[in-house]
C-alpha cells in the first residue's frame, strides 16, 4: 500500500511541479486573475502517512478478514484526518505553502484575485462537529465493506496459478 500511495503522491506532485515551468497565459474569458504559467494540480493527499500504517497492520495476525477490514478501516480513516486536516489548514494559510513545492499560490484564472476567502477558510464550507463525526462514522463504514471486499479480491488473485 505504501509503495502505490508513494507513486500516487509522485506522480500528482511531479506533473504539478513540472507543469508549473511552462509558459501559458487563459485564452477565455472572463480572466479575473493574471496568470503567466500553466497550473498544477493541488498539492496530492498524504495518503501514505495512512498507508504505512496500514501495511504495518497488514503484519500482524487477526483473527478474522472482517476484523482486520475493520481495523484497516479505522485505521486509514483516523490516520488520514488525524495527518490531512491540520495540514489543508497549513495548505490554504500559511504564507510558507505559497511556493512552487506546495503550489497554494496558484489561483483558478477566472476567481478574482481579491477573493475573500482566498488564503483562508470560507465558514459556509466549514462541516459542524456532529456533521464531521457523521462523515468520519461514515467513511469507516464504507471502508469496512470495501476493506472486507479487496481482501477477498486479493486472496482469490494469489490463489491463480499459470
Do not use: C
Amino acid at each position: 500500500m505504501t509503495a502505490i500511495t508513494a507513486g500516487y503522491f509522485l506522480i500528482v506532485a511531479g506533473s504539478s511541479w513540472v507543469l508549473q515551468l511552462f509558459p501559458a497565459e487563459p485564452k477565455l474569458g472572463p480572466i479575473l486573475t493574471h496568470t503567466t504559467h500553466f497550473q498544477g494540480f493541488q498539492f496530492p493527499l498524504l495518503v501514505t502517512v495512512p498507508a504505512l500504517v496500514m501495511d504495518w497492520l497488514m503484519q500482524r495476525d487477526q483473527k478474522s478478514e472482517w476484523t482486520k477490514a475493520m481495523v484497516l478501516s479505522m485505521a486509514f480513516v483516523l490516520v488520514l484526518f488525524a495527518v490531512e486536516y491540520p495540514f489543508s489548514g497549513f495548505l490554504l494559510e500559511s504564507p510558507g505553502a505559497r511556493n512552487w513545492f506546495f503550489g497554494s499560490d496558484t489561483w483558478y484564472f477566472q476567481l478574482p484575485w481579491n477573493a475573500p476567502f482566498r488564503y483562508k477558510f470560507n465558514p459556509n464550507n466549514v462541516a459542524t462537529p456532529l456533521a464531521l463525526l457523521e462523515g468520519l462514522v461514515i467513511a469507516m463504514l464504507a471502508g469496512v465493506l470495501l476493506a472486507r471486499l479487496s481482501l477477498r479480491w486479493g486472496k482469490w488473485l494469489q490463489s491463480i496459478q499459470r
